[in-house]
């Protein structure tokens, strides 16, 4: 595929680079991806100084792969967080300061992006999408399509989650924190196990 502007980086990575570890790692290259990448590239380049920071994700479609892809913060090492509030945003923050910036996909600015605008709010269903187009759009809008705001975290995010003691489950045998109750939670039903 030939995009219009192919000279669009992401960190170090051109578009091209980029969408083929996104492949790699995501399965596919998701819209939401592609312009996790920008993201990702805008919230480092408006990041209120310092180069150690953290990352909340607001939805856990695309955006934290994204994270992943493009820094040291995962899930598992617990620089990356993720908190739902549905909308497709993520901050960037030191965490000695808590000063960080959020980025987010800015409505206002879809306007004059067809092909994005209506995948973002969904007004057509996914056959009819033109995704070639889609992806264009996106390589060329880049960080045209987001805003950031600086914001601050509070000092006691996250909870420091107090280590609790180890006990077997009288149930299955395996090992889960006391606290859980009589039971773990997994023989308490929390699994979609039959
Ligand atoms: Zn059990």
């Known amino acids: 595929m030939k995009h219009g502007t192919s000279d669009r ?11 083929e570890k996104g492949k ?21 380049k408006n990041l209120p100084g310092g180069e150690f920071f953290d990352v909340i994700s607001e939805t856990g479609h695309c955006l934290p792969d994204a994270v992943q892809l493009l820094t040291p913060c995962t ?17 960037f923050y030191d965490k000695s300061t808590g000063d960080g ?19 973002f709010f969904r007004l057509k269903p996914k056959k009819e999408q ?18 950031h705001e600086p914001v601050k975290v509070r000092s006691d995010f996250p909870a420091r989650p107090h280590k609790e003691h180890i006990v077997l489950c009288s149930s299955c045998g395996e090992a889960y924190p006391e606290g859980h109750g009589e039971k773990c ?10």
């Open 185 to 194: 939670m997994g023989c308490s039903g929390l699994l979609p196990f039959i």
């Open 101 to 119: 910036v959020r980025v987010y996909l800015d409505p206002k600015k879809l306007e004059s992006w067809e092909e994005i605008n209506s995948w």
């Open 130 to 147: 033109d995704s070639e187009k889609l992806v264009a759009e996106i390589i060329d809008a880049g960080p045209e399509i987001l805003s």
């Open 24 to 44: 790699s790692f995501h399965g596919s290259m998701a819209p939401g991806l592609l312009i996790g990448g920008f993201m990702v590239d805008y919230a480092r």
């Open 9 to 19: 980086k992401i960190g170090p990575l051109t578009a091209e680079e980029y969408i």
């Open 75 to 91: 899930i598992g090492n617990g620089w990356l967080k993720i908190i739902d509030t549905g909308r497709f945003a993520i901050t």
